[in-house]
């Protein structure tokens, strides 16, 4: 049947109805009066979900941009950094920080674990000198399904007093409680077609006053991606650049639906699909590759030799499109996305395919046990 696909990956997120009609719109001038609101309203909403006070600006980019933007605006090179490394998007941001030739230590923690913030503070403790710069971590690194303990590294971080707490948020925001100014975190990363229920093309990137001071000292080269030209523009409702003015729209009603539900029903809800999917996987008999203390609200890794054969017939069978492994876990697990726009029905629905593609492909689980365990969860 055309028409129903169901996506249940880490981005490109479903879509609300409502999000898709508020882009259906003719483009209105960037630099008109009537925009200049949308972007003073957008402002404001990004601030809420961002539960800060710093500045938020907005790229036309995808997630990795506002991470490397994120990196050439506060860091000059040779810059001593501290990033930590357990998965996919770890290992992106040791890339960039080496692409833009930063002093690159890594911090390593198994894929499938999440970082020990001890091994952080121990490093921390004992700069003297104050030679960290920046300290880099996924928040909820989506390539394993593991939820990195930002809260005890950013308090190392903070304890050390110098060096800047830089953040990719991109499947954590919108998803799991981030107080940024709570936590004073400097940088904080995101993209559109993860948690804000939104298409790809836009990136965020929020800057504490911090982060800020170190830009008048950084030395990389930077033009298109220099926040600085957004902060001028985005203090006075403008943009530096074009940007999508179409998403923008859409960027517009997803707030608005966030703020209807509230934060702390969306960080509830997110945590009730993260508990009814492992649930589920565990009484089919499944292997979840994160530990139970350490899950992303975003995204449930699920370890099987036949991963590729189980995203196949999910697909063919029930055009439900799940994730696979990346790199070497390609064909050892498969990933169940359950981020923004993500209802119980959806759970419930993915979790009863998942148990019939398991059926046909002879695997032994009993059956209901997965919607039985899924459904425990959702109606408690
Ligand atoms: C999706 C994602 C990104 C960004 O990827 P893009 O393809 O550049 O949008 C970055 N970090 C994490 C943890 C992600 O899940």
């Known amino acids: 049947m055309e028409n129903k696909q169901m996506l249940m990956i880490p981005g490109p997120t479903p879509v609300p109805e409502k999000v898709l009609l508020a882009m259906a719109k003719h483009p209105i001038g960037h630099r008109s009066g009537d925009f200049s609101k949308v972007i003073g309203e957008l402002t404001a909403g990004l601030k809420w979900l961002h539960q800060t006070q710093n500045d938020v600006v907005m790229l036309t980019a995808s997630g990795t941009g506002a991470m490397e933007a994120g990196i050439i605006n506060f860091l000059s090179s040779g810059d001593r950094v501290l990033v930590g490394n357990n998965g996919k998007f770890g290992d992106r941001w040791a890339k960039v920080s080496k692409a833009y030739g930063l002093t690159v230590e890594e911090v390593r923690a198994e894929w499938g674990q999440p970082l020990d913030p001890n091994a952080f503070k121990a490093i921390l403790e004992s700069d003297s000198q104050k030679t960290v710069k920046a300290v880099i971590i996924t928040h909820s690194e989506t390539s394993t399904g593991v939820l990195n303990d930002l809260e005890a590294i950013n308090a190392a971080v903070k ?114 699909h993260t508990e009814a999917t492992r649930a589920a996987a565990k009484a089919l ?48 697990v498969f990933r169940i996305g359950h981020l923004g726009f993500v209802c119980d029905r959806d759970i419930l629905s993915c979790v009863g395919a998942l148990e019939a593609t398991l059926m046909g492909l002879g695997h032994s689980a009993a059956p209901g046990a997965g919607v039985a365990a899924a459904s425990k969860v959702l109606c408690a």
């Open 159 to 272: 304890a050390h007093g110098q060096a800047l707490m830089i953040v990719d948020a991109v499947t954590s925001l919108g998803a799991v409680n981030l107080p940024v100014d709570e936590w004073g975190l400097d940088v904080v990363g995101s993209g559109s077609q993860k948690g804000y229920m939104i298409p790809p093309g836009l990136a965020f990137v929020s800057v504490s006053a911090k982060a800020w001071q170190a830009y008048e000292g950084a030395k990389l080269p930077k033009f298109y991606l220099d926040l600085k030209k957004y902060k001028k523009a985005t203090d006075e409702n403008s943009s530096p650049f074009t940007p999508p003015v179409n998403l923008m729209y859409g960027l517009q009603a997803s707030l608005e639906m966030m703020q209807a539900e509230g934060l702390d029903a969306i960080f509830a809800r997110h945590r009730r």
């Open 285 to 332: 008999g499944l292997s979840l590759f994160a530990p139970d203390g350490a899950a992303s609200p975003a995204i449930t890794a699920i370890e099987s030799d036949s991963a590729e054969a189980i995203r196949s017939a999910m697909r063919k069978k029930f055009d439900i499109a799940l994730a696979g492994g990346q790199d070497h876990l390609k064909g050892k």
